[in-house]
């Protein structure tokens, strides 16, 4: 007999997981996606800037940045239903970290992981960076490492209504309503309650609660250090026209990139000012004390720089280490993990689905060993630390 699962969050990790599970022949239960907004309005992947990349500081999230490239360049065709492709807008531009004489050697070191995995990617010096990209000024910049493929940026929002058409098409239920609690049996799963005193049955429920993801944990006595964190992102205009622009990471971690005739930008906020749980509302100092300075300096044509508009979004941000929580919880195999992504989620989403799939219908990762990424490491106290978090 099949197993009854439950999904908890309707976002892009809860609904590729619900793609991969239907799509697997082998998996013969049910899954009910359980979303209390269906309109995903404040859903970190309606929120997301939604780049991939390989250029990480963690083997695991290296290779998972090499898997998922690849499903999105399939998922056209994947994630096709009734003979209409599912246009994602995949733009392999490529990423363009920057590192100051300071910051060179873990530049060089991640540089040495990422090619050691497969990643296609190259170091430059000031004089290759400068003559490669007119438009940029290389002042400061002793290295960079600049993604050649396999990285860029695609439509979010598309890849996210794609895996959740062809889930439900392919037999997944999406239910409107939020989660409330837990109801167990002989100490496992027997119902999700919802807040209207409705109930789901399930044996097997997959915390996909994004940034509210630690209130999921706590109905398992589980403290998940995962917290909803603000990022704003500014849409700018510059009159001057660019060209061969990747996606620009300064040494201070603000970040630009091109999207049609406009531009996006943003910077993590230092931890003095980056509390749980702030008001979606666009932090525009941050633009004008961080961001513009940078980006006037780095690219003499955005002395000019407009701010068109902007929005902010949430992060479900891993306190312990900046990574993706995934798998059991400690001693259990009906409660599951897909928490904590740090900003990665939306692209590390076709990877984790799959392989939580798999967990699901084997007992075990097949394609990629997720375990690096288990929640044992929180359980020993040893982090696995990701460095180059944007």
Not at 76 to 93: F, K, M, N, T, V
Not at 316 to 339: C, M
């Amino acid at each position: 007999m099949g197993r009854h699962v439950a999904i908890i969050g309707g976002g892009v990790m809860g609904s590729a997981l619900a793609y991969f599970l239907t799509a697997d022949p082998a998996f013969d239960g049910s899954v009910t996606i359980l979303e209390r907004d269906t309109s995903y309005a404040q859903a970190s992947s309606s929120l997301s800037a939604s780049s991939v990349r390989c250029q990480f500081s963690t083997e695991i999230n290296v290779r998972i940045g090499l898997a998922a490239i690849g499903f999105l360049r399939a998922a056209p065709e994947r994630l096709s239903l009734d003979e209409a492709r599912a246009d994602i807008g995949l733009c392999e531009s490529g990423y363009l970290f920057l590192a100051t004489e300071t910051g060179a050697p873990a530049l060089a070191r991640h540089h040495a992981l990422q090619i050691a995995c497969g990643a296609d990617v190259r170091l430059l010096d000031s004089r290759a960076l400068a003559a490669r990209f007119p438009w940029l000024d290389a002042k400061g910049v002793t290295r960079a490492s600049l993604g050649l493929s396999g990285e860029g940026w695609f439509d979010g929002p598309a890849l996210h209504m794609a895996f959740q058409r062809k889930a439900r098409a392919q037999g997944a239920r999406r239910l409107r309503g939020e989660a409330a609690g837990i109801d167990t049996a002989q100490g496992r799963v027997r119902e999700v309650v919802l807040a209207d005193g409705s109930r789901v049955p399930c044996d097997l429920v997959v915390n996909a609660a994004g940034p509210w993801a630690a209130r999921v944990a706590g109905w398992f006595g589980i403290d998940l250090p995962v917290r909803a964190r603000r990022r704003t992102v500014f849409v700018v205009s510059c009159p001057t026209q660019l060209t061969n622009l990747p996606l620009v990471i300064e040494p201070n971690g603000v970040w630009f990139r091109p999207e049609g005739r406009y531009f996006l930008c943003g910077v993590s906020p230092d931890a003095a000012n980056d509390p749980d749980n702030a008001p979606l509302e666009p932090q525009h100092r941050e633009f004008d004390d961080i961001i513009w300075p940078a980006l006037a300096a780095r690219v003499p044509a955005f002395e000019a720089l407009r701010v068109e508009r902007a929005w902010a979004g949430y992060y479900e941000y891993n306190t312990f280490d900046q990574n993706g929580i995934v798998g059991p919880a400690p001693g259990r195999d009906d409660v599951l993990f897909a928490n904590g992504f740090s900003g990665h989620g939306i692209q590390q989403s076709p990877v984790v689905g799959r392989a939580l799939a798999e967990w699901i219908t084997t007992g075990a990762y097949r394609t990629l060993d997720l375990s690096p990424l288990g929640f044992e490491r929180i359980v020993q106290g040893k982090p696995l630390l990701e460095e180059n978090v944007v």
